[in-house]
Structures are given as structure tokens and as C-alpha cells.
């Protein structure tokens, strides 16, 4: 069972593809409230956990309960609590900002949706183009389409998968902005996985350094500093993960991508 | 507009209403079947029972569009793995059953409008139904028949995510069941071994059918219709299957 005071907890986690281990035997708890950040150098693990944290991919072993349902056996449940913005696009460019609200609304059901569309489309800045198909929109109009639509049915828990690449400085800005609001005035718990060490260290209250399908470290970024004896969390990441640059196993996205038809 | 049903056949009805361009597109194949039999070989075709080709071949070039359209259908789902919009469906709290038929009858709606454009250029080419008392079955039984490919397509779909191969086996698999089938001829001339293969045709039983209902040609309606549910409950079980086993 899982505790009470835990927004996400994952217990001996594990994910094989074939013989590759993705993740592999990984223990973390996030508590309610609370904005954690998953670092690691590309092919680490964090977009796979992120998968099996929101039921799109299933652990090979191991439990994992997000706001206390099991991920395995309450999907439903679990599905209801979280919000997420993934890490490539997810909206249906054939529709317009509006309609891709709502369908999510009714996906969701939500109460109210016309009234919490238009309220969060005005959030994040398209009220006047809530009517154009996504598709003639720009990288960053996208992203806040996505924000508004994972904001939607007032998840208790955000997750963002890199949410920040491809953005300019003033959507990157609006979106660490209300992240870190939502956090303080809805105590909406935030688990986020970034490259961007400057973000994780001024957003995040805890963070966790993965590597190889390993934790090798979790703690407030002041803790990691001391206990690496690092000057700032870059320093830490670093000393803790090494030098060497890595190269990420090609899913299935990135396979397809090469078919992109010219 | 309440349930996850609802909003994947809204959105693949509104699609594919929006989008002028493909719908005139997917004409043009029918519209040279309809030229090429009925005037081609319409004009050498003689029948024992008095029936003339053009009511032989409507039933079977529009089950033609049917299978064609539906099983393209299954495309939709491998766009949605590229743009991501699957991954927004898979999170959601509602079942993958009801994404997958939301979908397939969504696919299936919008075939069978297609299949009543065909219907309708028949009469250019002096097809007549032969009972109008029997529209709403034509209905139904063009309805199925969409069914029971845009689940086919929707399967294969779930299994391959390349967008180019696709096309190419949805048509390996398409130009068979076409030419081994009774949709544009007779096949009583083919080899025996042939008519066998014809006998494991899905497609076959679903062109009796509509000729039944289109033009009233007689034929083993009930066990047609058999094949034909049958079909449907084992094909969608199947894509349900691979459907849930999609991970993004």
C-alpha cells in the first residue's frame, strides 16, 4: 500500500526492452506538494519513467502508486489525477485550439468545460486565436495549447517531460511563472525531467539524478551540492554522471520520424 | 457529446467532412471501376436472368469503396502515433475499447457515405434499386461491411508504425480480396482451386450481401450474414488486443 503523504511512489521499478533495461530497479517517493525534478543525460531512463508513471507503458517489474492508486490495477484512478505535457507535441493539428480543449474536456469530463476553456485559453494567451487550427500555430503557441489542455481538469499532479525545449525565453518564462504558482496556490504536485540544470535548481525543491537506468542521487539541490561538494548543480550533474557524451536508444517516435514522408 | 465513443467518431467524421480534397480524391478510383467495367465489358456481358451488368456491378465496385476506404482508415491511427495525438488518448481516464470502436465507427460512418456517393453516380449509368423498401438495409449492410474492414485496418495499424509501408500492405492485401472475389464478375469461370479461395474471402460474403440488398440478386443471405458478424466480433477482438498493447 502506499502512504498517505506521497504523491508519486515508486517501489523496485524496472523496464526491459528486450535484453536493453531501461530503468532498471529504481525506489523514489515525491511528497504532495512538492516540485521534483528528474535530471539525466540523454538514454538515462526519465522519459521511460515518466511512460510507466502515466500508464503508457507497463513496469517489467517492480509497483508504482501516483496519488496513492497503483498504476498496474487502478489506471482509471491514477489517469484522472495526473495532467501531463509530454515531451514531443501531442495535439491534433487538424483541429482548432478550441476543439482540442474540448475533447479533451469530454475525455475528462469535465464540468463546466466551456466556461474553464475560454478562461484557460485566456491564461495562456490565445483567446483571440482560439478558433485556428493548431497547425497554423507557431512551436510556442503549441506548447501553451498543451499547458492549457493539461491544466484542464485540475489534475493534483503535473508531469512535464522536458517541457522546455524548443521554447523561446518568454514561454519558458510564462511557463516556470505559473508552474511554480499552480504549485504554491493549488498545491498541485509538479514532476519534471529536464536537461536544463539553471530551471531544475531554481524551480525544483527536490531532484533526483539518474543514470543508466540508476538513481545515483535525490535530494534538495543544496544537499546534492554538499554531498558532491559541487559550486552550483551543473558542477554536481557532472561530477556524478561524467563527461563522456551519450547516445540515446532510438524509439519508436524517433524511427518513424525518419520516415517523415518529403 | 459525453463519452470517449462519441469524440473519436465525432473527430474522424468532422475530419474527414473538412477535408474536400481527400473526399474528392477517393472518388476517382470508384468513378474508373464504374467507366471501365460498365461500359468495358458491360457492353459483352449477357445474363441467363435477365439482369443487366450494371446492376451486377454497382453492389461490387461500391463494396469496392467500402473495403478501400475503411481499411485506409486505419491510417488515421498511424498519423496520430506520429503527431502524438495517440499518447494524448492513452492517458486519458476512459477505455482503450471505447478509442478503438470510437474510432473504427467513426471510420465506418464515413466509408459508408462515400459507398452512397458511388451508389448515387450509378444512377448516371442507369442503375435503379431495385426495392426501396430495402434502403435502410442497404444502409446497414454498407455500414457493416465498413466495420468489419476499418477494424482490419485499425489492427494492422496498431501493429505497424511506418507510414509508408503502410499503404503498400494495406494494398497487397486489398487487390486480392478485390479480383478474388464476385465483386466485378462472376468468378464460376475461375479454377476450381481459385473458387476455393474465394470460399475464405471475407470480402466476397460482404459483396453477396450488398448485391442482395442493392440489386436483389439472390443468395445465401443468412449465411452470409453469419460470415459477416462473425467476422466483425473476431477482427474486433483482435484489434482491441493489439490496440492495448500499443505503448507510446
Not at chain 1, 51 to 71: A, D, M, R, Y
Not at chain 2, 167 to 186: G, T, V
Amino acid at each position: 500500500m502506499s502512504e498517505k503523504n506521497f504523491a508519486i511512489e515508486v517501489k523496485n521499478l524496472t523496464k526491459k526492452f528486450n535484453d536493453f533495461v531501461a530503468v532498471d530497479n529504481i525506489s523514489f517517493q515525491v511528497k504532495k506538494g512538492e516540485i521534483f525534478a528528474f535530471l539525466g543525460p540523454n538514454g538515462a531512463g526519465k522519459s521511460t519513467t515518466i511512460k510507466n508513471l502515466t500508464t503508457i507503458q507497463e513496469p517489467t517489474s517492480g509497483e508504482i502508486f501516483v496519488n496513492e492508486f497503483n498504476c498496474q490495477t487502478q489506471e482509471e484512478e491514477v489517469r484522472k489525477s495526473f495532467g501531463i505535457i509530454f515531451q514531443d507535441q501531442s495535439l491534433d493539428e487538424d483541429l482548432t485550439a478550441y476543439e482540442n480543449l474540448n475533447y479533451h474536456a469530454i475525455l475528462y469530463k469535465v464540468k463546466n468545460k466551456e466556461k474553464k476553456i475560454l478562461e484557460l485559453l485566456e491564461f495562456v494567451g490565445l483567446m483571440d486565436r482560439k478558433d485556428d487550427f493548431v497547425r497554423n500555430f507557431s512551436g510556442g503557441m503549441k506548447r501553451r495549447v498543451e499547458i492549457a489542455r493539461g491544466l484542464l481538469h485540475e489534475p493534483k499532479i503535473l508531469f512535464l517531460d522536458e517541457p522546455t525545449i524548443g521554447l523561446d525565453v518568454q514561454t519558458k518564462n510564462f511557463l516556470w511563472k505559473h508552474v511554480k504558482k499552480l504549485n504554491k496556490e493549488k498545491n498541485i504536485t509538479v514532476f519534471l525531467t529536464t536537461h536544463n540544470m539553471e530551471e531544475a535548481e531554481a524551480v525544483a525543491n527536490r531532484v533526483g539524478i539518474i543514470d543508466h537506468g540508476k538513481i545515483l542521487i535525490i535530494g534538495t539541490p543544496r544537499e546534492i551540492k554538499e554531498k558532491t561538494g559541487a559550486k552550483n548543480l551543473e558542477e554536481a550533474f557532472l561530477k556524478l554522471t561524467g563527461e563522456e557524451i551519450r547516445s540515446e536508444r532510438v524509439d519508436q517516435m524517433d524511427r518513424m520520424r525518419r520516415h517523415k514522408p518529403r | 457529446m459525453k463519452s470517449a465513443l462519441a469524440v473519436m467518431w465525432h473527430r474522424q467524421v468532422k475530419e474527414y467532412l473538412r477535408n474536400k480534397q481527400r473526399l474528392a480524391v477517393s472518388l476517382v478510383q470508384p468513378i474508373l471501376f464504374l467507366i471501365a467495367f460498365g461500359f468495358g465489358i458491360g457492353s459483352n456481358f449477357s445474363s441467363s436472368d435477365g439482369i443487366s451488368y450494371i446492376q451486377y456491378l454497382i453492389p461490387g465496385v461500391v463494396g469496392m469503396t467500402l473495403l478501400m476506404s475503411s481499411t485506409m482508415s486505419g491510417m488515421s491511427l498511424i498519423f496520430d502515433k506520429k503527431f502524438g495525438f495517440l499518447k494524448e488518448t492513452l492517458v486519458a481516464p476512459v477505455s482503450r475499447m471505447q478509442l478503438i470502436y470510437g474510432r473504427c465507427l467513426g471510420g465506418a460512418t464515413t466509408s459508408t457515405f462515400q459507398g452512397l456517393v458511388v451508389l448515387f453516380l450509378g444512377y448516371f449509368m442507369g442503375f435503379k434499386i431495385e426495392n426501396w423498401a430495402r434502403f435502410p438495409l442497404i444502409l446497414i449492410a454498407m455500414f457493416f461491411t465498413a466495420l468489419l474492414f476499418s477494424l482490419l485496418g485499425t489492427m494492422l495499424a496498431s501493429k505497424f508504425d511506418d507510414m509508408q509501408s503502410f499503404p503498400s500492405i494495406m494494398n497487397f492485401l486489398m487487390m486480392p480480396m478485390m479480383f478474388l472475389s464476385s465483386a466485378f464478375f462472376s468468378v464460376e469461370n475461375y479454377p476450381k482451386i481459385l473458387q476455393y479461395v474465394v470460399k475464405f474471402n471475407p470480402f466476397d460474403y460482404c459483396v453477396k450481401i450488398l448485391r442482395f440488398v442493392i440489386s436483389g440478386i439472390e443468395t445465401n443471405l443468412a449465411f452470409c450474414t453469419l460470415v459477416l458478424v462473425l467476422l466483425i466480433g473476431l477482427i474486433g477482438a483482435l484489434a482491441t488486443y493489439f490496440f492495448n498493447k500499443i505503448e507510446a
